[in-house]
């Protein structure tokens, strides 16, 4: 599948998949739904700062 061509700690490119129709994760729609990527990678910034402004993140490590 395409996690073995991920690296870690690396810059991947964005993928999507219809998990409805490809449980699997097989099938990349990326390329076909350029937009949708756009789309989903704008909400996830906004969500992102949200989250830091809200003192969501950072997350802290457990203390022990």
């Not at 789309?39 to 969500?47: F, G, K, P, T």
Request: proline residues 8%; glycine residues 8%.
């Amino acid at each position: 599948g395409y996690r073995e061509g991920l690296k870690e700690g690396a810059a991947n490119p964005p993928m999507l998949f219809r998990v409805s129709d490809d449980a699997g994760e097989t099938i990349d729609l990326s390329r076909r739904f350029p937009e949708k990527v756009t789309a989903l990678r704008e909400r996830a910034e906004v969500l992102l700062l949200e989250m830091k402004r809200d003192g969501i993140l950072p997350l802290s490590k457990p203390v022990k």
